[in-house]
């Protein structure tokens, strides 16, 4: 058990964490932080957290156990605020969707404190944001990616792995350059053609009567681009170059489709076609809620 958790950030990925931890008896106290005071101010009168901080720096003061769940773009400039009272003893985590950037803010904050941090991405979420959202169930058999770098204390990765197993996660664990490779391919780039896919429905002239006659497929496959603009703003822009790359791999396989769209090779469409069906028919993600 932690004697405090210090909860920064506290939005629908902090939130649960902190509703979570409180279920499993994982922690006697949650002090939060959120950049908007109302935030922090709504988690408190929701039960998200036991007291309010007025800073980040505060809500570590005297935790052992840290969870920052800002933007991605803000995490250098979190950790810079909160190195100071980060010791070997503190579990410092993260759950931020893209981990070299982050990796890499976190050596440049924390230097020789870089030992009690261990990178960690949650693949789960839901299409709404804010603490109103939180979910102690969030966590429940998802897997939770953890990305440990030469530093990182073997302790504090077993106890990183410990926390987030006793939360219903299935943890996996992975180099930050493997991961970010991984979710362009699996996560970013899906919600790149949903936001895309949308843009290119509204902007026609008959766009908004198209939306009027979609059905539940079109809800199945646009369901993503209702998510957080915030924060998939921020995870194009930090993990770019895979992103690119993976956006290059889908135009190949697009632009040959049209081809043989436009060549009526019924045969070379119903090959593509029949592939994606089996490989999509044969995937199975153990549980259904959205990830990130």
């Known amino acids: 058990m932690f004697e ?12 649960s964490f902190a509703l979570a931890c409180k279920r499993a008896g994982l922690v ?18 929701l039960g998200v957290i036991d007291q309010e901080a007025s800073s980040a720096l505060m809500a570590v003061s005297g935790s052992d156990l840290v969870l920052v769940a800002v933007p991605v773009a803000a995490t250098e400039a979190t950790l810079k605020a909160v190195k100071g009272l980060i010791t070997p003893t503190t579990l ?3 759950v931020g969707s893209t981990k070299r950037d982050v990796v890499d803010a976190a050596r440049r904050a924390l230097r020789e404190q870089m030992g009690s941090f261990v990178p960690c991405h949650p693949i789960t979420g839901k299409e709404v944001a804010g603490v109103e959202h939180a979910d102690a169930n969030l966590y429940i058999d998802q897997k939770i990616v953890l990305t440990p770098v030469e530093k990182t204390l073997t302790a504090q990765l077993k106890r990183a792995t410990a ?26 780039l899906p919600h790149l053609i949903a936001f895309a896919a949308i843009n ?5 002239p008959q766009g ?5 006659l979609a059905g539940p497929g079109f809800r199945d ?36 489709m049209e081809r043989m769209i436009e060549n009526s090779d019924r045969a070379g469409l119903m090959q593509q076609i029949a592939q994606a069906s089996a490989t999509r028919a044969a995937w199975h993600m153990g549980a259904d809620k959205p990830g990130r």
């Not at 290119?200 to 026609?204: G, K, N, P, S, V």
């Not at 908004?208 to 009027?212: G, T």
Request: glycine share 8%; with cysteine.
């Open 208 to 212: 908004n009567e198209y939306l009027d």
């Open 92 to 94: 410092l985590m993260d």
């Open 28 to 45: 006697k106290r949650v002090v939060g932080y959120s950049k908007s005071p109302s935030t922090t101010e709504r988690a408190r009168q």
């Open 163 to 188: 926390l987030w197993a006793a939360l219903g996660g299935k943890v996996v664990t992975m180099s930050p350059d493997a991961h970010d490779a991984a979710f362009a391919a699996v996560s970013h």
């Open 200 to 204: 290119a429905i509204i902007r026609q």
């Open 4 to 15: 405090q958790l210090g909860l920064i950030g506290c939005g629908l990925m902090g939130g």
């Open 221 to 256: 496959f646009s369901r993503i681009a209702a998510s957080d603009p915030q924060v998939w703003h921020d995870i194009f822009a930090t993990n770019k170059a895979q992103l690119l790359e993976q956006s290059q791999f889908f135009r190949e396989n697009l632009l040959a």
